[in-house]
């Protein structure tokens, strides 16, 4: 069973920065498309970035050009740098395959500030 574990949330004003961390077990980053999501409160989870096993990346338009999503094969470790945060970037942000399959983790909370 893969574990996903995130981390590096906070609270940060508009305009500020944040990098994500999300840990994983064996080499998963590797041999499966992965992604970043997010469930703001009262709304769906979305995928918003995804970066495939062989190195392409994709974002939804929300993020695009702000955020950028990469991964440290040695670290068996994903990153989301987050830039030019906006309050409606605020939410719960998890890793998962994409499409998503693999058992969700506690996520990470992420409060942009107006």
């Known amino acids: 069973q893969v574990q996903l574990v995130e981390s590096g949330g906070g609270l940060v004003q508009a305009g500020g920065s944040l990098r994500l961390s999300c840990a994983g077990s064996g080499s998963i980053f590797r041999i499966k498309n992965m992604g970043w999501y997010r469930q703001a409160p009262g709304k769906q989870r979305e995928l918003v970035a995804v970066l495939t096993s062989n190195g392409n990346t994709n974002y939804a338009d929300s993020v695009k050009g702000r955020f950028t999503i990469s991964r440290d094969n040695a670290k068996n470790t994903m990153y989301l740098q987050m830039n030019s945060l906006k309050s409606e970037d605020t939410a719960v942000y998890y890793c998962?395959?994409?499409?998503?399959?693999?058992?969700w983790g506690q996520g990470t909370q992420v409060t942009v500030s107006s």
């Open positions: 998962n395959a994409v499409p998503s399959g693999l058992a």
